[in-house]
């Protein structure tokens, strides 16, 4: 098993940044794929970002491209998400998961195998 742990969520106003940060321990060797997901209340998880954890190749939701930046830190087992010029809209919880088989969509949240709690964005206009 993997064990995810985000950090970094909080209270920013529109325009401003946060970086979060996802922690991956136990079987992290059987990592493919990282991704973060979020969700606001009355919504459906909805896909942010991912990123190939050997390659590095990164994928991106359209409504973030450009604002928001994924990296991973392999050696740390760590993956982050800069996120620049929020909105209020980008106001949700934010999941980080990992994917452990190859050849799966990164841009739907079943395609995931393993999922951190959570940490609470919140963007105020």
């Known amino acids: 098993q993997v064990q995810l742990v985000e950090s970094g969520g909080g209270l920013v106003q529109a325009g401003g940044s946060l970086r979060l940060s996802c922690a991956a321990s136990?079987?992290?060797?059987?990592?493919?794929?990282m991704g973060w997901f979020r969700q606001a209340p009355g919504k459906e998880r909805e896909f942010v970002a991912a990123?190939?954890?050997?390659?590095?190749?990164?994928y991106y939701a359209d409504s973030v491209k450009g604002r928001f930046t994924i990296s991973r830190d392999n050696a740390e087992n760590t993956m982050y998400l800069q996120m620049n010029r929020l909105k209020p809209e980008d106001t949700a919880i934010y999941y980080c998961a990992t994917q452990t088989e190859y050849f799966k969509d990164y841009g739907h949240p079943r395609e995931y195998d393993y999922w951190g709690p959570g940490t609470q964005v919140t963007v105020s206009s």
């Open positions: 136990g079987r992290t060797f059987s990592i493919i794929t």
């Open positions: 990123i190939r954890w050997s390659g590095g190749n990164t």
